[in-house]
Structure formats: C-alpha cells, structure tokens
C-alpha cells in the first residue's frame, strides 16, 4: 500500500494569481497521477507524471496550465496557473504500485477561485 | 476508448436493508473493473477490484460485485447497510489490452449512498 498527503487541503486564491499542489508519498513509485473532480461530474486525469521524464497530459490539459514537476520517487507538485473561477474544483494526486492495478489516492486539495 | 455510466446519481436507503449500486461499462476490450469508496473530506480508497476469475468479488466492509459480461455491468450490493456506509461511490474501468504495468483508469461519476437511521 502507499499512504499519501496533499498540501494544503483547501485553500481560495484569486483569478489570475497560481497556485502550487504538493504531494507526498510515503514509498518510492515511478508513476503519480493528477486528476481533477469537479462537482457532479466523474475524476478527470490531467496528467501521468513518471520520474525523470515530462509528465504526459491528457486531452484538454496543457504544460503552460497546468505544469507538473517530479524531482523524486516520493515527490510531485501540480501548478494551476492563471487561474479562473471555473478552476474551482478538487485535485487529487494518485500512485499506483506497479502490477497491482490499485490506485492510493491523497485527501484531495479542495480548490476555489474568486 | 472506455466509459462508465453510473445510473444512479444518489441512492437513500434506511439502515440495516440492502442496497445495489449500479454500474455499466462500454470497452472494445477486455478490462478490469474496480469501486472506490469517498468518506467525505477525504481521498477514494478501493472498495474491490476484478481482474479475472471468478464473476463475484468481495471487497472490504462486506461488499461484493458481480462483473456479468454480456451485460457490461459489474454491480456493487451490501446486503445491510450501515450509517458508516455513508459516501459517494465511484465505479472505474481499465483497458487490460494496454496496461503495460499501469493502467488509464476511466471513472463514472459517482453514486452517493445516504444512509438513513
């Protein structure tokens, strides 16, 4: 298993200004993943972030947005840029241990812009 | 490409009586099938997973699913419920053709289940 934490758990930022996601893993895993969960709708993936390389965005999610960085086994953080009130939402970080096909997922980051 | 519907957006059910989350999937391929469970304020933890084998699996907190094939549906039941049973559901499926390790796991939207005393 893996246990994770997010900082901060919450937080309410201004259109226009960023604002940086951290997550923690307590063991080493080559494969974190960024989704997005907005109200009544299902986890969207942003991003696949594998250790030493560019994270890999899904359709509709772009570097310049949303950037991500992985300097470690046990690190990520997601950036939401110039944000917007329709960047409200709850942005989760997930791993999964290899060849298990289970996903961890952190408490979550609950996101509002005014 | 893959989805999930999930046909029930909230079930209420009073406690200690049975309950059925519903859950039906569309994949040109072969997959595996999970549940997720989200206590409020927190992350999803997995509830249970199907891989292959046998069609009825169970999970934690005495749930169990049935993955049937011919109708694209792996089904969640509890057959008594409690308070604590209380949280927002989330049916997901994976591409088994293309894992390569790890999965792209696709999520419905999610059932939340009240519990009502």
């Known amino acids: 298993s893996a246990v994770i934490s997010q900082k901060p758990s919450r937080d309410i930022c201004q259109r226009g200004t960023s604002l940086t996601i951290q997550c923690q893993v307590d063991?080493?895993?080559?494969?974190m993943f960024w989704y997005r969960q907005q109200p009544g709708q299902s986890l969207t993936l942003i991003a696949t972030a594998n250790q030493g390389s560019e994270a890999t965005y899904e359709s509709g999610f772009v570097i310049d947005k949303f950037p991500i960085s992985r300097p470690n086994l046990t690190f990520s953080t997601l950036t939401v840029s110039n944000m917007s009130p329709e960047d409200s939402s709850i942005y989760l970080c997930?791993?999964?241990?290899?060849?298990?096909?289970?996903?961890?997922f952190g408490p979550g980051t609950r996101l509002t812009v005014t | 490409a893959q989805s999930v519907t999930q046909l029930d957006s909230q079930v209420p059910v009073f406690e200690e009586a049975p309950v059925e989350l519903r859950c039906n999937y569309s994949?040109?391929?072969?997959?595996?099938l999970f549940w997720y469970v989200q206590y409020p304020n927190q992350g999803l933890q997995l509830l249970l997973k199907y891989l292959s084998g046998s069609t009825l699996v169970k999970g934690i907190n005495g749930f169990e699913a049935e993955f049937n094939k011919s109708q694209t549906s792996f089904h969640l039941r509890k057959p008594s419920v409690h308070i604590s049973d209380t949280a927002e559901y989330f049916c997901?499926?994976?591409?088994?053709?293309?894992?390569?390790?790890?999965?792209?796991?696709?999520f419905g939207i999610g059932t939340k289940l009240q519990v009502i005393p």
């Open positions: 997901a499926v994976s591409d088994r053709e293309n894992s390569g390790g790890y999965q792209k796991v696709t």
């Open positions: 994949s040109s391929v072969s997959v595996y």
């Open positions: 063991s080493q895993v080559t494969m």
């Open positions: 997930s791993v999964e241990v290899w060849g298990i096909y289970e996903q961890y």
